[in-house]
């Protein structure tokens, strides 16, 4: 079974960064994407960036390209999320996620990320 653990969120002020990781045990062929999911105050889960396990490809959605960096360790047992640059709109909840097939891990579905970590909350306040 697929065991996903997230620390590393916390307050921070506009401007600052913040490294998440997502602690990775149990991993199967179910692990091959990675993704990061953000949940904004009222509104739903999105994907803003995945990573393919294999050969560490990565995808990341506009608005956090350039911001937002996600990479794994050399022991593929970590996936990292850096975040430079924190915007207020970057507020909320990050959950660590997995699935089969990337970058469909990003999509959050039932099918494409079955494997989910708790969440990690980040706060961006001056």
């Known amino acids: 079974q697929v065991q996903l653990v997230e620390s590393g969120g916390g307050s921070v002020q506009p401007g600052g960064s913040l490294r998440l990781s997502c602690a990775i045990s149990g991993a199967t062929s179910t692990t091959n994407c990675m993704a990061w999911f953000r949940q904004a105050p009222g509104e739903e889960r999105k994907g803003v960036a995945g990573l393919y396990r294999g050969d560490g490809g990565t995808h990341y959605i506009d608005s956090v390209r350039g911001r937002f960096t996600i990479s794994q360790d050399s022991a593929k047992t970590t996936v990292f999320l850096q975040i430079d640059n924190l915007q207020s709109e970057d507020t909320g909840i990050y959950y660590c996620?997995?699935?089969?097939?990337?970058?469909?891990?990003?999509?959050?579905?039932?099918?494409?990320?079955?494997?989910w970590g708790q969440g990690t909350q980040v706060t961006v306040s001056s």
């Open positions: 996620a997995a699935g089969p097939r990337f970058p469909l891990c990003m999509l959050g579905t039932r099918a494409e990320t079955p494997d």
